[in-house]
């Protein structure tokens, strides 16, 4: 066991809470591994979001 | 980003990363990937100097730098000082180095490494010392675990809640008071990327978030906004502080509008939190920064290590799963601040009979200025570096915005003048601006005591007179 299971858990259980907020973005704690790179890669191709990155 | 960071920097167990940026969710991402790979994680404060951030990376043998575009001028210069060093831009593709984007794209693998667990470094967080020089402070990921224990039950914390950052994450303050408790238990997280009045209030009307860090400067700026009266404050549960001395009139600010004030006692040393109050019990006790945390263990003790009764000030020292196991290849400084396993705080506070702590002063004369810990030591390597200057001291000197400022003591070299604006040239170059003296007092030497020991209390005593008159013709303010 590390910390990281703690999230991995979160994930596990709660996939689509939000874990982080930011600037518009919102990273769900099934998407946190990835990053806001990953997410942001994501929205831009869906459109479906318009994110402010500070 | 742990696949990625293995596979494509090679990052083992125990390998150093460092950050460079200002708060975002790829902060905390980082650092549980590097939880992940047993390997640490080396938080840079945006508001040093370059060379100061060269002297953290050099001193930590770090292995990849992550960083912000913002503050991609330094990556040129630190790429042709660390060759080895894997430059990767957070938001931006480095030149030279690479995109995260790019990085996490080619992750391949497990992103996992052999024997890591909770007895893992995680952190090292540099703190400047007595010595003038930082030192890093080495934290356990059990260190963040205890911490985080202590933080939900000094909140009341639950899944439900909504925690917003505006500290930086560099700091222990903004990164594990609350954000990494609430994250390792399921709650929310909102990041602000800096702290701002406007945009911390903003969040707070339109997030609605229920618990938030703040330090007495933050508090001021907001109190000073013209948004702060209309913004509503409902949603809070409690605002929590600490840092130094917090000061009446802004823990009444909140109390006055139902939202409680917790204080928290603590440092770098102990990720911080050690002593505090409780939402659930003794945050109107006027003063006080309350009991020692779970699982952690507070004592103060005289000079001669023996613990004092109630009402007598002695030094804080703290033991528990939640403090710094070493500073990094630092074992003198190590075997200074560790003690039989209790880490000697250099701070100075007392009990009353009910157990409650009261913070009196830092045994260390370390300044606290909007937040930021300010060492004198730090200032007077740097100033005693000047060719015009024999020797210098530094103190802290109360300051209605910033809670205390740093001012110097010159003993100017014999012929020397005393050319300020060249003096704060030649600070800036190497410190922090934060850490620059907001004034300068030339004088013919300075108060030593038997020992030879510069008496930094006269210096403070003289400094207030000083303000208190407002004008000295031997002071030359910015």
């Not at chain 2, 590097?34 to 100097?49: D, E, F, T």
């Not at chain 2, 003198?332 to 100075?348: F, I, K, P, Q």
Request: hydrophobic fraction near 45%; charged fraction near 20%.
């Amino acid at each position: 066991m590390d910390l990281s299971d703690l999230i991995d858990r979160n994930a596990a259980f709660t996939p689509a809470k939000a874990a982080i907020r930011f600037a518009g973005a919102r990273l769900s704690y099934a998407e946190l591994p990835g990053g806001l790179s990953i997410w942001r890669g994501r929205s831009n191709r869906s459109s479906a979001l318009s994110v402010a990155i500070a | 980003m742990a696949r990625a960071l293995k596979s494509q920097l090679g990052i083992e167990r125990g390998d150093r990363i460092a950050i460079l940026a200002s708060n975002q969710p790829d902060y905390l991402v980082l650092l549980y990937a590097c939880a992940r790979l047993g390997a640490m994680l080396v938080p840079l404060n945006w508001r040093l100097a370059l060379a100061e951030q060269t002297y953290i990376l050099a001193d930590a043998a770090v292995k990849a730098l992550l960083i912000e575009q913002a503050f991609a001028p330094v990556a040129g210069p630190l790429s042709e000082t660390f060759p080895d060093l894997q430059i990767v831009g957070i938001d931006f593709a480095a030149e030279p180095g690479q995109s995260l984007a790019s990085l996490i794209a080619a992750g391949s693998g497990d992103g996992r490494n052999r024997g890591v667990d909770h007895a893992m470094p995680l952190l090292i967080v540099y703190t400047s010392g007595t010595t003038g020089r930082p030192k890093g402070a080495v934290l356990r990921q059990e260190a963040l675990l205890w911490n985080a224990v202590m933080s939900q039950h000094m909140h009341d914390m639950t899944a439900a809640d909504h925690v917003l950052t505006v500290l930086p994450l560099f700091h222990v303050g903004g990164l594990n008071i609350q954000t990494t408790p609430a994250l390792q238990l399921g709650a929310s997280v909102t990041l602000l990327a800096r702290f701002t009045a406007e945009a911390t209030l903003a969040a707070i009307a339109h997030g609605r978030p229920t618990l938030i860090v703040l330090v007495p400067a933050t508090i001021q700026a907001m109190l000073e906004n013209a948004a702060w009266a209309e913004t509503p404050l409902a949603s809070l549960r409690a605002v929590t502080t600490g840092s130094t001395q917090v000061p009446q009139r802004l823990v009444d600010a909140f109390t006055r509008r139902g939202v409680p004030v917790l204080q928290v006692y603590g440092s770098t040393e102990t990720c911080p939190i050690a002593v505090y109050t409780r939402l659930a019990g003794d945050w109107r006790r006027a003063g006080s920064t309350g009991l020692p945390g779970l699982g952690c263990e507070v004592r103060l003790v005289d000079q001669l290590g023996n613990e004092v009764p109630a009402g007598t000030a002695g030094e804080v020292v703290v033991r528990g799963p939640s403090t710094l196991v070493e500073y990094w290849r630092n074992s003198a400084a190590s075997r200074d601040a560790l003690r039989e396993g209790w880490y000697h705080t250099g701070d100075v506070a007392s009990r009353d009979a009910d157990g409650h702590f009261f913070i009196h002063d830092r045994k260390n004369n370390m300044i606290i200025s909007g937040g930021e810990n300010v060492y004198p030591a730090e200032i007077e390597r740097v100033l005693n570096e000047h060719p015009a200057i024999a020797e210098a001291a530094v103190i802290g000197r109360p300051d209605e915005k910033w809670q205390e400022v740093p001012v110097a003591y010159i003993v100017p070299r014999p012929g020397a003048g005393g050319d300020v604006a060249e003096i704060e040239g030649f600070c800036l170059a190497q410190l922090a601006r934060y850490k620059v003296p907001r004034a300068f007092f030339w004088v013919d030497s300075l108060p030593r005591n038997a020992m030879g020991k510069v008496q930094h209390f006269r210096l403070k005593e003289h400094a207030a007179a000083a303000a208190k008159a407002h004008s000295s013709d031997t002071e030359q303010s910015k």
